[in-house]
């Protein structure tokens, strides 16, 4: 037999093989890259499937340096600031409710006493008649009238 019948017989296959077969080192780098592939196909499908990366990735990359030491500061600051606001508030509207109470208090005071001087007036009125006053000294503190010549007129 010879060499070139031997070709001749398995041509077909040998170039069919020859066409086919790949160096083993092309074939390791096309199927790193398949593998790698769709891992970072899968990857980023999970990603997208969770919602709070959803938002993420629609976001500007700065939005997410969002919580910087400088930011974290500001954003520190406002809400100190913001707390001690309302401590003022609630301070300052106590302090109106004690000073409303306090007017109150006072007003309710000062009724009495108008009506304490009322009476008081009336029964000054009514003490400061001469009649009754008259009647009042006889009785109580036993006076009399006086005669006409115990008066004596001072010009």
């Known amino acids: 037999m010879s ?3 031997f070709l001749n017989k398995n041509s077909s296959t040998l170039s069919g093989s020859i066409s086919i077969i790949e160096p083993k080192w092309k074939q390791k780098i096309q199927a790193g890259s398949k593998q790698r592939n769709k891992v970072k196909n899968r990857n980023r499908l999970e990603q997208f499937q969770r919602p709070e990366n959803q938002l993420l990735a629609r976001l500007p990359d700065e ?18 600031i913001f707390f001690l606001g309302l401590l003022v508030f609630i301070r300052v509207s106590h302090s109106q409710n004690e000073l409303g109470m306090e007017i109150s208090r006072l007003t309710n005071y000062q009724v009495q006493l108008r009506e304490e001087n009322r009476r008081l007036k009336i029964e000054l009125a009514r003490q400061a008649s ?11 503190l036993g006076l009399i009238s006086p005669s006409q010549g115990q008066i004596i007129v001072i010009d």
Not at 63 to 80: D, E, G, K
Not at 130 to 140: F, K, Y
């Open 3 to 5: 060499l070139f019948s």
């Open 63 to 80: 939005t997410l340096s969002f919580l910087s030491a400088r930011n974290f500061l500001v954003i520190a600051m406002v809400a100190v």
């Open 130 to 140: 001469l009649d009754d006053l008259e009647i009042v000294a006889r009785r109580d």
